[in-house]
Every structure is written in C-alpha cells, then in structure tokens.
C-alpha cells in the first residue's frame, strides 16, 4: 500500500458529510455558510479546559489571520493543517513526485481523502507541539500528564471539527470552501477590533512591555481627548511602531482596498477566432492578477508554518533561536526600514522571491500554463489569428502573455501585501489582499447562481440538475 493509499484510509478516519441529493437553493446554502461561520465563531471563543493562560508569546498577526487561530481555544490550530496538507501535497504531485491526475474523478477523490489524511496527522504534531512546549502553562512540569492528553485531546478535536466544516462547505451545503470563509472571517474580526477595540492591550510587537493603552482606534481618540492627552502625530503615525491601528494604517487601508478592487476586475484580451465561424472575431480575456492571491497566500502558509514550528520547538532550538526566526520571518512596520534594516530587508526579498517562485509553481500545478491553455484552445476549436493550429505554436505565443503575466501579478500581490503590512494596514496587508479575492469570488458565485435561478434552462445546459 503507497503513503496515498494510506493517508486516503486515514482520511476514511474522519466523518465525511454526504453531498446533498439536490443541489440546495442559494438561500439554504447562505443559510448553511452562516451556520459554519457560526460554528467556527463558537469554536475561537471556547477556551480549552486545562491551561493557565494562552500562551506566553502571542501569535504574530499575519499567522493569526492567514491561518485562521484563535491562540487559547477550540480554534487554535485554526485552517493551519488543512492548508498545509493540501501545499505539500500539490507541490508533490505538481513535482511528479505524486501520479496523480487531478482531472480524473477517482484521483481527485484520492487526493481530497490523502489531504483529509495528512491533515489529521499536522493536526497531532502540531497539537503536540503546542502541549509539549509547555506555552500554556507557567510551571509545566508540575502539571499533570492527563491535563496535558486532555489538552492534546481538545485541540485535535477542534481541528477534526473545522476539517467537517470545511467539506460540509465544499460539498455544496454552503458557497465557496470552509478555507476561504475562515479566513474572510479572521480578517474581518482583525479590522473591526483595530478600529473599535475599547480593551486595554499589551503591545503585539513588545510582549514583556508593561505599557498598556486602549488598542482600537477609535476609542483610543476619544479617551486621550476627553483626557486631553491627545498626541496627534503619535495616533497619525507613531502608534504603529507598537503594533496599535493607527490613522495612516487606516487611510492605506481603504487605498488598498480600492487599489485590489480595481486589479481584480482587469483584463488582458488576448484575440481569437473560430474555423467554423469565419469573419468573426472575439478575445479571450486573461486576468491581470492571473494568480490571483495564490503566491502570497502559499507564501504566507509557509512563513507561518515555520515561525510556528519554531515556536513550537523553542525548547529544543532555544529561546532566542526561537525568537530570532519569528522576528526575521514577522513583516516588519515602517519604523524598522530606519532601526532594523537588515531584517526588513531580508523580509521584503524573502517575501517577493518566494511569491515569484509560488506564482510560477502554481501556474504549473493549476493547469495554467502556455501548454494547457494552448490544449484547451485547440479542444475548443479556437485558433489565434494568423497562426496555424498546433499546440506546441500557439503555446510559445501564449507563453508571451502567460510568464510574464504570472511574473507581473505575483510582484503586484507581494508588493500590496509587502506595503499592507509596513503601513500597517487593518487585518494586516496579507488579510486585505486574501480578503478581496474571496470577497470577488463569493461575488461571482452569488451572480452565477442568481443566473440559474432567473434562467432555469441554463441548469440542463450546465448540468446543474
């Protein structure tokens, strides 16, 4: 039996939730996409019976965000497994390592049951990880050993439960994945807690400060004013060097929001025609953020991992072994461009260089690449005007558009999170770059079922019955 065959038994472990046996209306499926996001609320609010305190080092907040955890509760491993189980296994078989043909319905099975699988088992090592790093308690060998398992215990089951709502989503019970919207709602918790937040905080950057002031923007103005301590310079700009939401964090904000939107509705149009239809032309429009947010959330998925594995092995690496790789591998505010040169930078050029490389590889793995879309334009019946109808031909034309498309899009997404992040953007410039894509998504999702709905025929047409 290979490792595929095995992890796809493991998967089995699981219970699975069977496929609706009508494809629900789009009420019912909001309906059940708010139940998940509901669920998934419940889960990040319900600490874990057993522990002292959440965790001696706060999580960075792009971790928090990209993966979806609530440090201290049912949710703290958050999407994390599932994310990375679903990365190792489509560079695998992206690399070949893997034969698997993800357009035949029983390798795709296979594939979904093995992530199920290898999900489960980054669930238990990073629920490990977290039990046996001793974060949770202050003296952790004088806690008892059947705390710790009940922990361990906690924090897989939650794991296990988000894994079902994320299916439960996928099957067809909700819109979109279980991912996307955990995400979504991450995000959107992050940004209104940096604008309304009236909770005194310890600074995210400086942990062991004993400096605490009130974190949302808001009422942090409102309670210096009527205290007439009002520092403008310091809540325009200066807050930030702590980690607090500042005014200019806020203002980049709503720019990049605009700035995303704008992106992800462009088009390139590349032109085409028919052998059947001669004299009439159209295009075909290529999205100018082709990979859309895929690099830098890969990109994310992997710095988050490793600054959390490093957390988790503080004990055998060190603390400050620990520490260093958490504060190179955490992007950086502005203020660190003039004190901490040297970390930004090897940040920034870590961060672009892996999301060029992730746009590149995904492209590849996703069936975008000049081969695949030459293929489909000759499956089609379409040919490029000019040029004869051979795959390999219109491949090395495509490849003018595609490569340099991927290379241009990744740079742009990098460059928007890079400068979200250094200007500290609410939800993080990570968040708010996840965050438009999934809402352009459910957008698109939302018009295609309201046109099902509006134009019953279509459903015979489409298969959709």
């Known amino acids: 039996m290979g490792i595929l065959d095995f992890l796809a038994k493991l998967g089995l472990a699981i219970p699975s939730t069977p496929r609706p046996r009508r494809k629900q209306t789009l009420g019912r499926r909001l309906l059940y996409t708010f139940f998940v996001a509901a669920i998934f609320v419940v889960l990040g609010s319900v600490p874990i019976y057993g522990i002292e305190h959440a965790g001696r080092l706060p999580l960075s907040p792009v971790v928090s965000v990209v993966l979806a955890m609530r ?7 958050g999407i994390g ?55 949770y308690w202050t003296n952790p060998a004088l806690v008892p050993l059947w705390i710790k398992a009940l922990v361990f215990a906690q924090l897989v089951w939650g794991s296990i439960l988000i894994i079902m709502l994320d299916e439960a989503v996928q099957k067809g019970w909700g819109l979109g994945s279980g991912v996307s919207l955990f995400i979504l709602l991450g995000v959107a918790q992050t940004f209104f807690n940096d604008l309304f937040s009236f909770m005194k905080a310890v600074p995210p950057y400086l942990p062991y400060t004993s400096h605490r002031e009130v974190f949302g923007l808001i009422p942090y103005i409102v309670y210096s004013a009527i205290n007439g301590t009002i520092n403008w310079w310091y809540v325009f700009a200066e807050r930030m060097a702590y980690g607090y939401p500042s005014i200019l964090g806020f203002i980049v904000t709503i720019v990049i929001i605009v700035i995303l939107t704008y992106l992800t509705v462009s088009r390139i149009q590349v032109p085409i025609t028919s052998p059947r239809l001669r004299g009439i032309r159209t295009r075909i429009p290529l999205q100018l953020l082709y990979v859309t ?3 830098v959330l890969l990109t994310s998925i992997l710095l988050s991992d490793i600054m959390l594995f490093a957390t988790l092995a503080q004990g055998a690496i060190g603390y400050q072994t620990a520490l260093m790789i958490r504060r190179f591998l955490s992007p950086p505010v502005v203020f660190a461009f003039i004190y901490e040169p040297i970390r930004a930078l090897v940040y920034t050029a870590l961060f672009l260089g892996l999301s060029i490389l992730f746009g590149l590889i995904w492209i590849e793995i996703a069936g975008l690449n000049p081969e695949a879309q030459a293929e489909n334009l000759v499956k089609s019946g379409l040919e490029i005007p000019g040029m004869r109808r051979n795959p390999k031909i219109l491949a090395n034309y495509l490849a003018r558009y595609i490569y340099p498309l991927t290379v241009f899009s990744s740079i742009v997404v990098a460059v928007i999170a890079l400068v979200g992040n250094v200007l500290g953007t609410y939800g993080t410039g990570t968040g708010l770059l996840l965050a438009i894509g999934i809402l352009y998504n459910y957008y698109q999702l939302m018009i295609y079922e309201r046109t099902l709905q509006m134009y019953p025929a279509l459903k015979r047409f489409l298969g959709e019955e």
């Open 71 to 77: 440090q201290g509760t049912l949710a703290q491993l």
């Open 81 to 135: 497994p599932i994310v990375t189980a679903g990365l190792v296994l489509q560079i695998l078989v992206g690399a070949k390592f893997l034969k698997l043909d993800l357009t035949n319905p029983e390798d795709r099975k296979k594939f979904t049951l093995a992530s199920k699988g290898l999900a489960i088992i980054f669930a238990g090592v990073e629920a490990a990880g977290f039990v046996l790093s001793g974060m």
């Open 293 to 295: 947010n895929i690099p």
